[in-house]
């Protein structure tokens, strides 16, 4: 399996930019995306597929971002994309559905639901509904049987690729997922928006821009769930750093 990362939406919320980190899976059975970033139609109509959100983000937009054209660019076949993997439906994360249509789209059946349903107040403000007007082929996968590194419910998707897990991490959204891809003797965590800087891996926010910390609180569904994923997101690093990779979707460094 070779494995790409794209930024798939560079965000200007600062002087420093940000990154919307998504995986490219090549695999035996067709391509394989965790999350999307933003996609073409988000380009065409920001105003309906993105809401006010992008007044406070400011995404460049750019259409050589979108993995669509990512994907073209390295000579691949955007109809070969067979899954998509969702870690939550934030519109930084679910905007490049409807540029592949024919992929099945699979997330946490609590995130499935807090989408579709919207049950909270602040859930109808997050999501955009737009952007999956198309009638994407939605798998909600409940909880699984494994536990996996401290997470418990892990759910594995071998089915898609071998190695390929799925690791509920609520707390950003009602069912954040994050997502474990084997590679040889070591493995990669993308959690997501588990947390939005690196320091957090080194147990503090040192280095970590204040106004980046707020809206990392103002954006979390359950905060006291946000603390105990950034505990173990460290703890997971220092336990765990010669077998595991974890990397999270708008920390720029890397790329
Ligand atoms: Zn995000």
Do not use: K
Not at 47 to 66: F, K, N, S, Y
């Amino acid at each position: 399996m070779r494995l790409h990362h794209l930024n798939c939406g560079t965000l200007r919320l600062f002087r420093a930019p940000l990154v919307c980190r998504v995986l490219l899976l090549e695999t035996d059975n067709g391509l394989v995306l965790i999350d999307t970033g933003f996609g073409m139609g988000d380009i065409e109509d920001p105003v309906t597929r993105l809401g006010p959100i992008r007044h406070l983000v400011r995404p460049d937009l750019d259409p050589a971002e979108t993995a669509l054209r990512q994907i073209e660019g390295m000579g691949l076949r955007p109809s070969d994309v067979r899954h998509i993997l969702l870690t939550h439906g934030d519109p930084d994360h679910i905007g490049g559905l409807s540029d592949f249509p024919h992929a099945r789209v699979h997330m946490s059946a609590e995130e499935a639901r807090a989408l579709h349903d919207q049950p909270s107040l602040p859930e109808r403000h997050r999501y955009r509904t737009a952007q999956i007007a198309h009638g994407p082929d939605i798998v909600a996968h409940a909880p699984g049987e494994c536990n996996w590194q401290g997470f418990a419910g892990v759910t594995v998707l071998d089915d898609i690729a071998e190695g390929l897990l799925m690791v509920p991490i609520p707390g950003h959204s009602r069912g954040h997922s994050g997502y474990a891809v084997r590679q040889g003797n070591r493995w990669l965590l993308h959690v997501g928006d588990m947390f939005y800087h690196r320091s957090t891996l080194e147990g503090g926010f040192g280095g970590m821009p204040w106004a980046l910390r707020s809206l990392e609180t103002l954006a979390a569904f359950d905060r006291h769930a946000i603390a105990a994923n950034h505990h173990h997101a460290a703890d997971l690093s220092a336990r765990a750093r010669n077998d595991i990779d974890i990397v999270c979707t708008h920390d720029p460094s890397g790329f």
